[in-house]
């Protein structure tokens, strides 16, 4: 299994508090998502990071913030919580295979499940 | 970007063969056709690509049709463990830097013991 991890499992918050959620990689991987899984929706990106301070949206990003200061850490960040926000959220790894491109997987961590009242 | 169709349910029995069927009618001659899947409270887990040929790992085997415009996940001895959502997903590999999965709906596959 990758070494993917993901803090909190499970986190009950209020609206209109923030919330950070974070993914932490021991692989070195250069890639890094996050997305959320709605029922109806499939798992839909939210943001990316291809490196180092380098990050950019996904489909469904307004709401949400995302940080990257370590290759190892990526901190996806709600900035004031709403009930729409409420959902399972994984972050996902990927090498950059370079001349490998479509053969490229990626790795997902275990869940955040996010309930916000 | 290319779709794919897959049935929103099968279902099976412990130790039968699975075929899992996708359509990718608009596929590009450099598209990837992957798969994941996703047991129950868990993340999406990859399971196997393929381009052209048929490919066979330790979880499943691939086959993809002569044009391409279709393929078929086969779990040869499929075990409880196997209930999960699977997804046929296709990846650009003139796409540099990171890509994005698009996830559908994918199949739904249970396994009766």
């Known amino acids: 299994d990758a070494g993917i991890t993901q803090s909190p499992r499970h986190k009950v918050t209020e609206t209109g508090t923030p919330v950070t959620l974070r993914c932490h990689q021991t692989?070195?991987?250069?890639?890094m998502y996050w997305y959320r899984q709605d029922p109806g929706h499939g798992l839909r990106l939210i943001h990316y990071?291809?490196?180092?301070?380098?990050?950019d949206k996904g489909e469904v990003s307004d709401g949400y913030s995302v940080s990257r200061s370590k290759t190892e850490d990526f901190l996806l960040t709600l900035e004031s919580a709403t009930s729409s926000q409420t959902s399972v959220y994984f972050c996902a790894i990927s090498a950059g295979q370079g001349a490998k491109r479509g053969q490229e997987t990626q790795y997902f961590g275990p869940g955040t499940r996010l309930l916000v009242l | 970007d290319a779709k794919t169709t897959q049935p929103n349910s099968m279902e099976s029995n412990e130790e039968e063969p699975v075929h899992l069927p996708c359509n990718h009618s608009?596929?590009?001659?450099?598209?990837?056709i992957h798969w994941y899947r996703q047991l129950p409270s868990q993340g999406p887990e990859y399971v196997i690509h393929?381009?052209?040929s048929n490919v066979n790992n330790r979880m499943a085997s691939l086959a993809i049709a002569e044009d391409r415009k279709s393929s078929t996940l086969i779990l040869h001895r499929a075990t409880l463990r196997d209930a999960a959502v699977y997804y046929c997903i296709l990846r650009d590999d003139r796409i540099q830097g990171a890509q994005k999965l698009v996830f559908g709906q994918g199949t739904r596959l249970t396994i009766n013991p």
């Open positions: 393929g381009l052209t």
């Open positions: 990071s291809y490196g180092v301070k380098d990050t």
């Open positions: 608009t596929i590009s001659g450099t598209d990837y």
């Open positions: 692989e070195n991987h250069r890639y």
